[in-house]
């Protein structure tokens, strides 16, 4: 519950530093009225620090403030950094929930290993993002389908330019609050495909959140705004010819016989806890789910030929996307409807119940941290 006192409530396993000026009550309201995604931060952030003598240090919640960087931090030179996007829910009567932060820990965890970092122990990671929640638990949106984003993130900041794994390392948790991620809210978006730049390789780092990743998609995704697309899918870098996901999100195919098809995990696509849990509450629903290759050539024949019947993309920041459009050189192709197909509207709908607490969550998903 939100605290009036104006005390912030303790969180035990960090040393809380509160922000001396937090921002007003009613300009904090008038920031969680309508929030932009990624807009608006809260007062308070989490961190730690690593040093590869002293493992984990320093478990702190303090004010949001710049970072002192030095210019010659590794990760402004090479990219050793990783990051995660999860999100706290309020419920109807006013408490505070996670969903699944388990599996963003683990895969923070997979994506230190990948990029040489040291791993975050499951319970810290945890702690982290409660701790900031908790402090700043007047940030999280009333109920409705808002939410409060949260971005754990870690970098080098060793000062030194050797092309080698950082000696220090910071760890810090920032918040946002967050309305829809797309300008439209759940009107369906347009994809433009990418046919000239990958994102993602073999044995490259697809598979992780890190930096470089989001960098080397941005010319697709400005060639995508071009184009009129809110949004680039990407195709695989091998044949050129498999859709893949987008530059934050997966894609999934739904077929008028109800087969649900979706790129397998093939080591280059990023594996989304909200994937997962689509995929198993389509199942749930009788739909037969296939994870293989997705040729672009056989979506855009089976759009043509009503074979393809509903496209979506999915992940924490946006939900469900109904996709209404995929364009590329040479064609245009419309999704049925419009892009407002019932299976994606269910889907959509029964996994944002089960976060805001409007449904009952019989997997065992949500955590309660407020
Ligand atoms: C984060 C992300 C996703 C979605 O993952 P979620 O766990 O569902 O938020 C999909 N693709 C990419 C490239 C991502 O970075």
């Given amino acids: 519950m939100t605290s009036s006192s104006g005390a ?11 922000n001396p000026h937090p921002v ?12 932009r995604f990624g807009a608006v931060v809260t007062d308070h952030m989490a961190r730690m620090t690593w040093t590869s003598e002293d493992g984990w240090l320093d478990r702190r919640v303090e004010p949001y403030a710049p970072l002192a960087l030095e210019p010659a931090a590794l990760v402004l030179h090479y990219g050793q950094e990783i990051f995660e996007g999860l999100k706290a829910y309020r419920h109807p009567d006013g408490s505070v929930w996670g969903f699944r932060p388990e599996a963003n820990a683990a895969r923070f965890a997979a994506s230190a290993r990948r990029m040489a970092l040291p791993e975050l122990p499951v319970e ?5 993002v409660r701790a900031l929640v908790t402090v700043d638990q007047a940030w999280v949106p009333p109920a409705d389908d808002a939410s409060l984003y949260l971005r754990p993130v870690m970098f080098a900041s060793e000062p030194n330019l050797l092309v080698r ?39 490259g780092t697809g598979a992780v959140k890190t930096m470089g990743n989001y960098g080397a998609s941005l010319a697709s995704q400005a060639e995508a705004y071009r184009h009129g697309c809110e949004q680039v899918c990407f195709l695989d870098a091998v044949s050129g010819r498999n859709l893949e996901e987008l530059g934050g999100m997966n894609l999934v195919a739904v077929r008028a016989d109800g087969t649900v098809l979706t790129p397998a ?13 689509v995929l198993r509450l389509l199942a ?21 030929s009503g074979e393809v019947t509903e496209l979506f993309a999915c992940g924490t920041g946006a939900g469900v996307s109904p ?14 409807d419009g892009g407002v197909g019932p299976v994606t509207a269910r889907v959509r709908a029964q996994l944002m119940d089960i976060q805001h607490g409007r449904a009952p969550d019989e997997r065992g998903w949500m955590v309660r941290w407020v």
Avoid: K
């Fill in 24 to 35: 007003p009550p009613d300009a904090r309201a008038a920031a969680l009225e309508a929030p």
């Fill in 8 to 18: 912030l409530p303790p969180v035990p396993e960090f040393a809380l530093h509160p």
């Fill in 165 to 203: 794994a950082a000696r220090r390392v910071e760890y810090v948790v920032i918040a946002s609050p967050a309305g829809a991620y797309f300008a439209g809210g759940a009107a369906p978006v347009s994809i433009w495909v990418a046919q000239d730049l990958h994102r993602a390789s073999p044995g």
């Fill in 323 to 336: 996709i209404g459009r995929l364009v590329g050189h040479g064609f245009d192709a419309r999704v049925a």
């Fill in 265 to 277: 995990l093939d080591g280059a696509i990023l594996p989304g806890i909200t994937r997962d849990a």
């Fill in 124 to 128: 810290d990671f945890l702690a982290s």
């Fill in 284 to 304: 749930a629903d009788g739909h037969e789910v296939v994870e293989r290759a997705l040729p672009l050539e056989e979506v855009l024949a089976g759009l043509a």
